[in-house]
Every structure is written in C-alpha cells, then in structure tokens.
C-alpha cells in the first residue's frame, strides 16, 4: 500500500506531502489544478522517463519519495535486504537533476534505475488515458491473459526453457562454423605444435645451450688448460700437492709450541682438501668436453630454433601459452563430434522440456480465456453496456518463443448483430476504460494490491459514471485504490476524498492537496456537480449522492 508521497520542486509543486489511506482514495480539482502531475510523479517513481524541463523555476532538482507497507515482503528485495522488515516496509526515492543525473534509493540504500523498473510492478499499477490505449496492445493483452501466478511460474520456466534451445542452437552453429574450418585450422595447430616438438624452452636451458656451444667452439684451449692446471695441483713432478706435504710436516712440529702456528697447519689441511677438489674436477671437466661433432650440431640447431622462437613469441612464458593454447584447441577441434552430439542433446531437452511447459500453459490459457469471456460480459453489462460481447482469439506463434505458444487478441464488439472485432480497431476511448475496469475487477491476482486509475472514467455518461464508482469501491474492498476524477458520481464512492488546488502567492504558482473533511467533501462534489457556485440545493443533492453511494454495497 501506498502511505506516503511526497514530491519536491515538481512543476508547480514546490513541497507535497499526501497521506493516503486503505480503501478508495478519489482526487478531484479544476482542470489544471495539477491532478495530471501527481500522475506523473507517480510514473517518475516507478521508472519511467522523465523530463527534466518540469523542474520546478529555479531549482535544480526534483525528488520523488514515496512510503509503502506490504503484508508481504517485495521478492525483488530478497538479495539486497536481510531483515524481513525491510523487504515490506520501504520508502522509495528518485532524484532528479538539471544536468540529467539521476540518483535511486530504497531505504536510504543506492540502487540503479534498471532494478527500480523491475521493482515498479510489486509497488502498484498505474492506468491512465494512455495506459488504457496499451490495453489495445497485443502484448498488454497476453499480459493480461497470464496475470495469474501459475501462469507468471510456467512462463519463468518457459523463458529458461526459451533459452536453453537458443544457447544449444547458437553452440550447434558455432560448431559447424568450427568444421567448416576444421582442416586448415588442425593444418595451422600441427605447425605450431611442431614448432616446439623436442625442444625444452625454458630460458635456463637456454642459456645451458649458449655456454655448451661457447665451450664446443673453444675446446683445444679449454682442454690444454685445464690439463695443464691439474698437473700443476696433481701430476706434476713435482706437483703442488707433493710440495705442500713438508710444509704440513713443519707446522705439526710447531704445532705445540704455539697455537697460531697449530691453527695455521689446520688452514693449510684445509687447503689440501681444497686443491685435491679442485684437481678431482679439473679431472671430471676434462671427461665432459670429450665432444663430437654430431653434438655441436646439435646444440647449435637447439639454440638457433630457441632463438627464432623468442624472436617469434617474445619469450619462455609467452611460448609456453602459446603452446598450451594450440594443443588446448587442437583437443577440441578433435572433440566437435562430441560437442555437436552434446548441443542435439540440449536442444533436444530444450524443445522437449518447451513443448511440456507450453502445452500446460495453453491448457490454463484456453481455460482463463473461457472465464474471462464468461464473466467479463456481465461486468461491462453492469458498467452500462447493453449488448456487449468479448472474445479471446489466440493465434499460434513460432515455437520456443519465451512467452509459449500462441498470442492473444482480445476481441470485442459492443453492437447488437455486429460481430466481435479487434478491440485495438473497434473500442472507444471510454469502452477501453469500462473494458481495463472489468479487467481489474476479474484479475484481481496481480504482484501489485494498489490500483491507480487516471480519469478511467473519461468518456462515460453520470449513469455509467455511478455504477464505474461502484466498481472500484467492490475492488478497494481487496486493494488499495487511488482515482482522479471529474464525476460526482465516482467522487461519492470514496472512502477518502482529496482535493488538488492551484493557487498563486508572491508571483509564483503553488499546487497543494488537501484531505477534505465531510462538510467539505459534500461541497466538492456538488461543485463537480455544477460546476459553478454551490448552492443548498446542490448541497443537498451531494449529500444524497454520497448517500447512495454508501447504501449502495
């Protein structure tokens, strides 16, 4: 329900503030009095677009807030807001600036335009002039049609079901795109594997490579010295090993006559084993450059291929990628056999699981067309039509649609002997008002429990306009309604009447509402009844339609 709106810098609205109440809620004022602002207030906070040009003179933003408890928590919030509390009571804001920003939030929390659109329907449901005029709507009719929560479940699964077959039909076309090219691609792949076939790319073994050939290259001197370098330590006649072993006798003999002396002869032991490692791999090396030339030109080759691929990939990571890559897609060029069985195998589920739920939906359908053609005549019959008839035409459509398997056309002919036609060709504006009433009025299973209707009544005679306010007080027995008008008629049903004023202070124009009290209502609609000064006459007609009005349900 909705218990608060406030609008701020709003055309002529400067700062509004209306408490509406349970039940039927009317609005009535002159022509121009600002009643059409309200109703665009309300759009403006439900998501739609809005013109920044109604920014009231000398502002430089609007704000639109509104207050609502449910009996229930809003599913939308379910994400967003723990507390149970918050998810069914909410105060809703929309900011908007002169330089087109624009800013949303839900209880004092940030949340983007897009979510507030999702969320609009659970807040209420707004019909006016123009949203009449959607009733003639394809769409809007099927809507219409689907309003019952079975339905709204079966079309949840039927859009998932929509688009598994979709997703399997776009995966199927990707891997026939994949064949069509599968030769010179597996071509192109086979290449670039072989380019790294038997070859470690890793740049520490590269550089093993380089230091390999350099010793290659240069082996004749490498091997005269190293030889040289172990006779010197080891072989040598005498060697430096041989030469070390009296000094090593001397300094044990001075070793107890002071300790520098035995700490120097443990140095010098030390050294021994030093050299002796050092002559052990002098003696290794020279086993390892024990080179062919098969192998030089092997090592050259290594590092020539390793070269051109740096030069190529830019690097041991970015070759390693590479290579992961090509044998990655190499794997599922050799896989679209079983990918293209797996994509039948979706859509086959797919267009199954479719043809199932839709079947089913078009079974409630067929069965809600029944109901609505049943009982909508005697609504419209109610609402002054003498010999109204209303006909739900559904036309199949191409399978696996998201919204099942056929559309609905709402036909309807308000003639004697005159069959029923497109309600888009055949409605007048004031039979698309007493049409969408007894719609409501049947359908009755909507996210939203509050109604707003914007002069649903335009375009209907005073008798018609009585049994129109009946109407929406039966429907405000279950919801909350909120009704612009100009009829008495209507006025006298409601529960709660406010009035939309214009007036001028300082130079500047202000719309206010006020609620009225009873003395006040009665002088309002006889207004409305005149349309000029009120007389006791008028007066006390207004009571009695008020009245009547009361005794009526």
Same mark, same amino acid.
């Given at each position: ?7 701020? %810098? ?8 209306? *408490? ?20 665009? =207030? ?11 040009? @109604?920014?009231?003179?000398?502002? %430089? ?27 069914? &009571? ?8 002169? *330089? &087109? ?6 209880? %004092? ?15 209420? !449901? ?13 769409? !809007? ?9 079975? #339905? ?20 199927? /076309?990707?891997? +026939? ?34 230091? /390999? /050939? ?103 990571? +970015? ?55 049943? #009982? ?37 002919? =308000? ?17 698309? =008002? ?23 009544? =335009?375009?209907? $005679? $005073? ?31 409601? *529960? #709660? #009447?406010?009035?939309?004023? /214009? ?20 002088? +309002? ?10 007389? +006791?006459? @008028? ?15």
């Amino acid at each position: 329900m909705l218990q608060k709106l406030r609008i701020r %810098n709003l055309a002529v609205i400067q700062d509004l503030e209306v *408490d509406f109440q349970p039940g039927l809620n009317v609005l009535t004022g002159e022509t121009g009095a600002g009643k059409s602002i309200l109703m665009d =207030s309300l759009r403006f906070l439900g998501g739609e677009r809005f013109d920044k040009t @109604l920014i009231r003179t000398g502002e %430089n933003r609007v704000t639109i807030e509104g207050h609502f408890r449910f009996d229930r928590p809003l599913p939308p919030l379910m994400e967003f807001f723990e507390d149970e509390e918050d998810r069914r &009571e909410i105060i809703l804001r929309r900011e908007l600036y002169e *330089d &087109e920003r624009q800013r949303v939030f839900i209880n %004092n929390e940030p949340f983007k335009l897009p979510f507030l659109r999702q969320l609009a329907p659970y807040l209420y !449901s707004l019909y006016g002039q123009h949203d009449q005029r959607n009733l003639a709507s394809g769409i !809007s009719q099927r809507e219409l049609l689907d309003l019952p929560q079975e #339905h709204l479940s079966l079309l949840a699964d039927l859009d998932g079901a929509s688009r598994s077959v979709w997703e399997a039909e776009a995966a199927l /076309k990707r891997v +026939e795109e994949r064949e069509k090219e599968r030769g010179r691609r597996e071509e192109y792949l086979r290449y670039v594997i072989a380019e790294f076939e038997g070859l470690d790319f890793r740049e520490e073994n590269y550089r093993v490579l380089q230091e /390999k /050939k350099k010793v290659f290259q240069n082996s004749e001197t490498i091997v005269r010295n190293l030889q040289e370098s172990l006779n010197l330590i080891q072989e040598g006649e005498p060697s430096l090993l041989e030469l070390l072993g009296p000094v090593e006798k001397n300094l044990a003999h001075l070793a107890p006559f002071k300790k520098e002396w035995e700490e120097l002869g443990e140095e010098l032991a030390t050294f021994r084993h030093q050299l002796e490692d050092a002559a052990s791999r002098l003696s290794l090396s020279l086993g390892e450059i024990d080179y062919t030339p098969e192998e030089l030109e092997e090592t050259e080759e290594s590092l020539a291929r390793l070269e051109k691929l740096y030069r190529k990939y830019g690097g041991e990571a +970015e070759m390693g990628k590479r290579l992961g890559e090509a044998v990655e897609e190499m794997k599922s060029l050799e896989s679209l056999e079983f990918d293209r069985e797996e994509s039948l195998q979706r859509r086959r589920e797919g267009e199954r699981r479719w043809t199932e739920l839709a079947e089913r939906l078009t079974s409630l359908r067929l069965k809600r067309a029944s109901y609505l053609e049943e #009982h909508i005549v005697g609504e419209l019959q109610e609402l002054g039509m003498k010999s109204p008839l209303f006909k739900v035409q559904m036309t199949a459509v191409e399978p696996f649609s998201p919204t099942g398997a056929e559309e609905a056309e709402f036909l309807f002919s =308000s003639n004697a002997g005159e069959s029923p036609r497109p309600l888009s060709k055949v409605a007048s504006g004031g039979e698309l =008002s007493r049409i969408m009433l007894a719609l409501k009025l049947l359908s009755q299973e909507e996210a939203s429990r509050t109604f707003i209707f914007d002069e649903i009544d =335009s375009g209907v $005679g $005073g008798g018609t306009a009585e049994r129109v306010g009946e109407k929406l007080l039966r429907l405000a027995k279950d919801h909350q309604i909120l009704c612009i008008t100009h009829f008495p008629q209507v006025a006298a049903f409601g *529960d #709660h #009447h406010f009035r939309v004023e /214009k007036e001028e202070r300082g130079g500047r124009t202000f719309s206010t509402v006020r609620s009225l009290a009873e003395d006040e209502r009665v002088a +309002e609609i006889a207004r409305l009844m005149a349309g000029t000064a009120v007389s +006791e006459s @008028l007066s006390q007609g207004a009571r009695e339609l008020i009245e009547r009005a009361r005794n009526r349900l």
